[in-house]
């Protein structure tokens, strides 16, 4: 519907994997990182199993929490705006899908950090993605996969609209969505 969806803080965008070595090669080298224009930042290592393996902060030093909005460790890039304000690039893959007996059964896209952490199946059928449709997204025609509503269902649940956390007006406190 063109706004954002209550999930969390960034905005979050999926890139072939065939992609990444522009990307990289795009990025701003830390050292010349400033909060007063956009900076692209890809990680340095291998995509996170778990929230305290090592990355690198905006000083390039080594640290194992996410300190400044350059200590991340799962997407491949982060376009930063402001210490607060970025879009995460996450990969994907196309992939031939085989049955049991060995012959092929489908073509589908497989999130980057699909079963890294615990079981979630990040595929989806190729005709859920492409060919891509266009959606408008904070004013602008922005290409989208083709079923959205399956992809952010499968990534954020049935739900994803309606956020975890609402403001109860009448008691002035907050209570899980």
């Not at 993605?129 to 509503?149: D, E, K, S, V, W």
Request: glycine share 6%; proline share 7%; net charge negative.
């Amino acid at each position: 519907d063109g706004d954002f969806i209550p999930y969390d803080h960034d905005t979050d965008i999926v890139v072939l994997d065939s992609a990444e070595p522009v990307i990289r090669r795009l990025e701003t080298p830390r050292e010349n990182m400033t909060f007063d224009k956009i900076n692209l930042i890809t990680r340095k290592q291998n995509y996170c199993v778990y929230d305290h393996m090592p990355r690198l902060n905006c000083q390039g030093v080594p640290v194992r929490f996410q300190l400044d909005p350059c200590g991340f460790c799962t997407p491949l890039a982060r376009l930063i705006s402001s210490y607060f304000d970025f879009f995460d690039m996450f990969m994907a893959r196309i992939e031939l899908h085989w049955d049991p007996d060995g012959n092929p059964a489908r073509i589908g896209v497989i999130d980057e950090g699909s079963d890294k952490d615990g079981g979630l199946k990040l595929s989806y059928e190729l005709d859920d993605i492409f060919p891509l449709a266009t959606c408008q997204y904070m004013g602008l025609n922005l290409p989208c996969p083709r079923n959205h509503h399956a992809v952010l269902s499968h990534l954020y649940g049935e739900n994803y609209l309606r956020p975890n956390r609402l403001c109860d007006f009448n008691h002035g406190h907050w209570s899980n969505g």
